[in-house]
């Protein structure tokens, strides 16, 4: 039966979450609630509501919560209201202090737990009516001392006789009130410990009074009970009395005992337990926690006891909230575990990571408690970090942001695991001896360059070792090797080298000003590994900047090749385009076959163009000094034509220029469109001024083709209804990195470089190109070119260009080496893969060997080998090497060098150490199997 529905709560609060958590528990528990949001209606509502409880935050947004206090308690109506402030954990106690004193009856501090607040409510309404119960008549409290179930007594002070007592102290003793009434209890012989009765009696002579003390008691059978004793003087009638009671607790004792010897029992099994183990008690603090949760986090018990250290203190500020979510979700649910991981406190103020598994056993007499069984995981997340930051910074390292930027984000990532407040990363160069820095972030210091010979990364570099000093061994190993150190001293200092095939470059390093244990040799490991991913990056960093240098090189000359190179992104892009589109075509169901065979003929053909592309980057600056030479092949005009309208076609409707008409003009018929040269070029300048003609004009007309040829030239056309050029303009667009003046550069943008490729492009084929254009009307941008018909033994096989467009031989012919036994020395799976596939129909057998060791475990039977494709790149050899080696065991065994690097100059650098032949990746299998055909 529901005993509070007659008890009535006011809850001032303006946090609509607490005070509706607080309006549901209490409706639970049965309490008539009201709730107001600040002063005014909490004024309001008190006078018609007339509550028994005031529940009331100290601070509101129209009022002072202690000011509020005062107000209620000075209205003679409210003055009796029972009044518990609210406020939160950082609250001052000054605060708690000056509400307690304007009259405010108790506080609680928020958060708590729901238990233990419905208790205190509990208490405050016992508190309420203990009150409205000292209010009632003499006649009524004399019912109350009659039925009280406390043994109560009223001992005359002056001649210590009894002068009256209630049924229950009857029931206890065994004597009657006829007996007990103008005794002592001397007389009724009542005291065991006589020094107790005094103590009381000197107690009381001094004003003061005794509560809920502890003593045993002779009843009038002779048997002892053991009473919560307690007991005033007061004053009635002019006369004083003293008014004692006595509260049974003989069986609770019993029972204390018992459970005692329980948690003994319990206590020895825990104590005992691999697993740490901690009691929370319902005021939310450790009521045990085992020697093994000590040891975890290194305090002692009278550590969290002497300084009244909570669970909740020792909880990381982040965490604390979701971990208190679920505790009120097992308090509001009992039968439910809850595991969850969060941070805890050690000793040394680190953070440790524990997983905790929540039990609620509330319930059970014996223990009274939330039981939380946990272990230490810091470890594994460690592990788990790490790999998630070697990670991030691997995909940074792919996605080839500059140096700059990956260092940053190394930093970032890093910081994630330790210390990086003080970073730098410096490279070595030796022919200075001194150190320059990449990024640098210090509290103290900041370098650009510094000598090797006075600084710890200079020690780290020239002896290619990792150092993790403290400012003792600083000065140590400065003594040691005669450093004239520069800088601030560090507490801590780590430092890595950054190794590039074996040499190294540079130094990574961290340090802390403060912590002289900031680093450890987890630090160590985990810095040698992104040092690792580093000078990986750096590796691929450094040949990229080659390509930079030798961009930067060719436009102090302003050769067409700075053009390609500054161009080269969209260069790629754009077959990479056609490919990627027409792969995709290719998945299409119900393509017909001339449509299928049609797109796999231009994914063949942008395929070759990308392959062109890469391998002629460093080889276009060739193309003014004459020195470069030119892919003369049969071009089919009408195909290529055909290619270049479809993949305008698609940049039209990409751009949604649903306005513009593309057309083609082929003068020849098919069949007889075929001549001799580059077609790569010819593609390339047709798309560039396809993409220019797109670029300036919004709507109207595109058409492009060529004219009959004459007199051995045959001339390209692309027309235009584009903005047009001024004639001012129209000779400097050639020239590299020059634009017309448009008026929007942002609707237009581009380099400037694509007709700049253009002209040298075509100047490169024996032609010239020309524009004529009226602004507002459109441009006609013309190129001609040497038209030869098409020999097919006009290039030599030994000036084929390395571009990984070799004529391809018949398909049809079939290659049997049974009895043949070929190595394939290849150290990726996917190409290893590919080759096997390849080579799997020609009965020959195959040997792998994934390095250079592999190979070298071959040399004793080399004798037995006919063929050898070796891969010039390998993790643990130079190929180059490998082939004198092979060569000066067996000089007759061919040696087929591969490399995906395809630079100008491999195929020399490949025949002068030995090597029989050469094929660049992507390795196409026609031409692969016609290459062995020749040395098997």
Known sequence: MNTNNDFKILVVDDDAVLRSIIETLLIKAGYLVKTAVDGAECMRTIARFQPDLLLLDVILPDADGIELCQLIKADPVLASTFIILISGIKTETDNIADGLETGADGYLIKPFIPREFLARIKSAKRVVIAEKVLRLSEEKFAIAFRSASQAIAITRVSDGLIHDVNESFAMLTGYTLAEAVGKTTIELNLWVNEDNRKMVVSTLNDGGKVSAMEFQFRVKNGTFIIGLFSCEIITVHDDSYILSSITDVTEIIRKEQLLIQSETRFKLLIENSPDAIALIGSDGGFKYISNSALRMFGYTAEDLKSDNISPAELTHHDDLPFVLVFLNDLLQNPEKVITCQYRFRHKNQSWRWIESTFTNLFAEPAIEAIVINFHDITDRKRSEKIQNVLYTIAKAAVSNPNIEEFLTITREQLSLLLDTTNFFVAFYRKETQTLRRAIWIDEKDKYEEWKAENSLSGLVVQKGITLLLTREEIDKIAEENGLTLMGTRAACWLGVPLVINEIVIGAMVVQSYTDPAAYDKTSVGLMEMIAHELSLYIERDMAGKELIAAKEKAEQSDLLKSAFLANMSHEIRTPMNSIVGFAGMLTD?????????????????????????????????????????????????????????????????????????????????????????????????????????????????????????????????????????????????????????????????????????????????????????????????????????????????????????????????????QGKRLVLVEDEPSNMEFLKIVLSHTGAEIIFAWNGNDLRNLYPVLDTIDLILLDMRLPDSNGWALVKEIKAIRKNIPVIAQTAFAMSGDKEKSLAAGCDDYISKPIAKPALLQMLSRYL
Not at 624 to 632: F, K, R
Not at 654 to 663: D, E, I, Q
Not at 722 to 728: L, T
């Open 589 to 817: 169901p119900d393509l017909t076959a001339s449509e299928r065979e049609k797109y796999s003929w231009i994914v063949k053909s942008r395929s070759d163009d990308l392959l062109h592309i890469i391998n002629d980057i460093l080889d276009i600056s060739r193309i003014e000094s004459g020195n470069a030479t030119i892919d003369n092949r049969e071009v089919r005009i009408n195909n290529l034509l055909d290619e270049v309208e479809t993949v305008t076609k698609q940049k039209i409707q990409r751009t949604n220029k649903t306005h513009l008409a593309l057309s083609c003009k082929k003068s020849l018929r098919t069949g007889k469109d075929v001549f001799q040269s580059d077609p790569y070029i010819i593609r390339q300048v047709l798309f560039n001024l396809l993409d220019n003609a797109l670029k300036f004009t919004i709507a109207g007309s595109i058409s492009c083709g060529y004219n009959h040829p004459e007199n051995g030239m045959i001339t390209f056309f692309v027309t235009d209804t584009g903005i047009g050029i001024s004639p001012e303009n129209q000779e400097m667009v050639f020239k590299t990195f020059r634009q017309a003046d448009v008026s929007d550069h942002h609707q237009y943008g581009g380099t400037g470089l694509g007709l700049a490729i253009c002209k040298g492009s075509v100047e490169l084929l024996g032609g010239e190109i020309w524009l004529e254009s009226i602004p507002g009307k459109g441009s006609t941008f013309s190129f001609s070119v040497p038209y030869k018909p098409y020999n097919a033994q006009i290039t030599p096989k030994h000036e084929r260009r390395l571009t990984g467009v070799i004529p391809q031989p018949d398909t049809s012919e079939t290659f049997q080496w």
